[in-house]
Structure formats: C-alpha cells, structure tokens
C-alpha cells in the first residue's frame, strides 16, 4: 500500500511562511496528494489537493516535486488559529498516519 | 447549511452493551466512511459505503457493523465484540466514487465504555 511520512511536530512564529513537508515514495502516477488538517476534538477538514502541479487557493499552497515523490504544503502568513495536526495522505489510500502537530507561537 | 452531523457528541456505555452512533449527510454524497481514532494517533477506516444497500469492510471492522438504508444516513453500530471500544469516532462522505475526491468530516461522537 502506499504511504506517507510526515515529521512528528513543527513549530512557527505567528505571521510567518510555514513549510510542511511529506514524503509518498511509492507514489503511483494517478495518485492525487490530500492534506488535511485536524484541530482538537474536531474532525479533519479538507485543505488541498494536486496530482503533479503547484495548487493554490485560499487556505494554502501546494509544492510537488517534479518525481511526485514528496510535496510541501505552505501556510504563507502562520494564525494562531492554523496551529493543528495537518496529515498527508494519498486519496485513494486514505490512510491517515500521525501527522505533524503545528504549533504556532505569538 | 449542508454537512454531516453527528450525534451525539459524547456517550458513555457499559461494558457489554452495544451502541449505535448516528450520521446523517445533506451533501447528497454518494459515499460515506466511518473512521476511528485514538489518543495521538491518526484516522483508522472501519466501514465505507459506496451506495444504499451496499458497503465494505475497512482496516478495522471487526467488533462493528453498519448499515445503510438511506442515502443520507449511515449509522454505526459498536457491538460487544469490540475489546477497545473507547475511541473518538469520526464519519465521513464524498461525492462520486469513494476514496476519489476529498471526503467532509462530521464533528466526532467521542465514545467512552466502562
């Protein structure tokens, strides 16, 4: 099955870029990349989504490297209120790993 | 406003006993997921459903069932079976064929069993 991995936690300053990164090696060429985000005690919402090109709109941006093998979601100006659990994952996967924890510091 | 919703937020049952989440969609999804969650752990999928009458096992069925009747319902039933049943629930739904385009949350019944 394929997978992603992402870093356990990252940390940002309010108003500032984030980077989050992920990694899905054995990517297959139809594979689209998702990214959601988690807060506490809530289900995950939906945040973007491509399969080869850069995708923007209005929560975020989405970088995938020309092999598809890793993609970086990008938060352009950090909110207190965007500190969450983002996960990576490939749709027809679905399979949710840990995540990365965002904290977001004033 | 159209969603899913699901109720109720917090239950708390014996154990032995089964119980029955609820999870109702007026996006007119065609599919619809139950997923299950842990303390620091990500999603884990126990049943989806690609039409009325009609859904699939996910990584983690045993101990559960489901059905559906309704296009815009699909309830979950934890039965006695499940040894760990305590577990923050969360049911999902898609348009079109499942696990093609992105899937909308409904805010979670944590499940606590004593």
């Known amino acids: 099955d394929a997978k992603t991995t992402q870093p356990n936690s990252m940390e940002s300053n309010e108003e500032e870029p984030v980077h989050l990164p992920c990694n899905h090696s054995t990517i297959s060429g139809t594979d689209y990349i998702h990214w959601y985000r988690q807060l506490p005690s809530q289900g995950p919402e939906y945040v973007i989504h491509g399969l080869t090109s850069n995708v923007n709109n209005r929560m975020a941006s989405l970088a995938i490297a020309e092999d598809r093998k890793s993609s970086t979601l990008i938060l352009h100006r950090a909110t207190l209120r965007d500190a969450a659990v983002y996960y990576c994952?490939?749709?027809?996967?679905?399979?949710f790993g840990a995540g990365t924890r965002l904290t977001v510091k004033p | 406003d159209g969603g899913i919703t699901q109720s109720p937020k917090y239950l708390f049952r014996k154990e032995g006993q089964n119980v029955t989440l609820s999870c109702e969609q007026n996006?007119?999804?065609?599919?619809m997921y139950w997923y299950r969650q842990d303390p620091g752990q990500g999603l884990r999928l126990i049943y989806y459903?690609?039409?009325?009458?009609?859904?699939q096992k996910g990584d983690i069925a045993e101990g559960y069932s489901v059905s559906r009747e309704k296009k815009e319902s699909f309830p979950l039933t934890v039965t006695s079976a499940q040894k760990n049943p305590t577990a923050f629930y969360l049911c999902a739904s898609s348009a079109g064929q499942a696990f093609s385009y992105e899937q909308y949350f409904g805010p979670g019944t944590r499940l606590t069993v004593t």
């Open positions: 994952i490939l749709i027809r996967d679905m399979r």
């Open positions: 996006l007119n999804h065609d599919a």
């Open positions: 459903s690609q039409i009325v009458n009609d859904f």
